[in-house]
C-alpha cells in the first residue's frame, strides 16, 4: 500500500489508469484516506493548541468529504464534461490522489504543501479516471472544490 501512495503522489499515470478499473484497490483508497485524516486532524489540532475537537471534526471531515468531493467530482465530469466514470472510480483514483496529505502532520507548512499536491494530484485521477483532457480535469476538479469548499464551510460552521 505504501508503494502504491507513493506512485500515486508522484503522478504516476499508469497507476490511476490502473486503479481506476480494479475495485479491489477501494479498501486501500479507503485506508489512504483515513490515515490522511487522521494525520492531518493531528497536524490542525497542533496547529489550533486545542486537541480533540479539531482532531474530531477534521478527521471526520476527511473521511465524508472524500465521499462527497468523488459524488462531485462524478457527476460534474459526466454531466457537464462528457466524461466516463462512476463514483467507485472516483472513490478509488481520488482516495489514492489523498496521499500528499501525509505532509499535513507538520502544523501550517505541510498542511498547506500537501493541500496543493493533493489538488494536483485530484486533477490528474480525474483526467484519468474519467478519460478526459486536462482541461476538463480543471473544469470539473474547480467547479467541484468550490462546491466542495463550501460544503465543508458549512460543515466547519455547524461544529
Known amino acids: 500500500m505504501i508503494q502504491n501512495a507513493i506512485r500515486a503522489a508522484r503522478l504516476d499515470l499508469d497507476f490511476y489508469n490502473t486503479i481506476e478499473k ?4 477501494t479498501g486501500q483508497a479507503a485506508l489512504i484516506v483515513a490515515i490522511t485524516s487522521l494525520i492531518t486532524g493531528l497536524g490542525t489540532a497542533i496547529a489550533a493548541k486545542g486537541f480533540i475537537w479539531p482532531f474530531i471534526v477534521v478527521t471526520i471531515g476527511g473521511l465524508f468529504g472524500w465521499l462527497v468531493w468523488s459524488f462531485l467530482t462524478a457527476w460534474i465530469g459526466t454531466s457537464l464534461f462528457d466524461g466516463q466514470t462512476d463514483v467507485g472510480e472516483m472513490l478509488r483514483v481520488l482516495g489514492f490522489a489523498q496521499a500528499p496529505l501525509v505532509l499535513a502532520i507538520i502544523p501550517w507548512f505541510g498542511i498547506v504543501v500537501g493541500s496543493i499536491w493533493a ?9 484519468e479516471g474519467q478519460d478526459f483532457t486536462t482541461g476538463k480535469a480543471i473544469g470539473t476538479v474547480g467547479i467541484g472544490w468550490v462546491a466542495f469548499l463550501v460544503l465543508r464551510g458549512i460543515w466547519t460552521f455547524v461544529f
Open 22 to 25: 480494479d475495485e479491489q484497490y
Open 119 to 127: 489538488l494536483i494530484a485530484s486533477v490528474v485521477a480525474v483526467r
